[in-house]
């Protein structure tokens, strides 16, 4: 697995892998039970979502997509 994206909030990262997701794409967010639990943490250290190493470059894609899709105005 790599890590593909460090998110600040919990939020992010379950809405990436979401998006991974509709694609096929089986994603994990590494620091999911911290972003639950105490979400101030996450703000120094991130909450990383990795995908396997063969999906990298796609879920790469996919991810600029959507961000540039979601920042557009």
Known sequence: MVILRK????MQAELAKL?????GIEAA???????????HLTLL???RLAVADQDE?????IINAMTKRNTAQ
């Open 29 to 39: 967010i590494l620091d999911e039970n911290l972003g639950s639990i105490a979400p």
């Open 19 to 23: 998006e991974l997701a509709s694609y």
């Open 45 to 47: 250290n991130g909450v």
């Open 57 to 61: 470059q796609n879920a790469e894609g």
């Open 7 to 10: 998110y600040t909030m919990l």
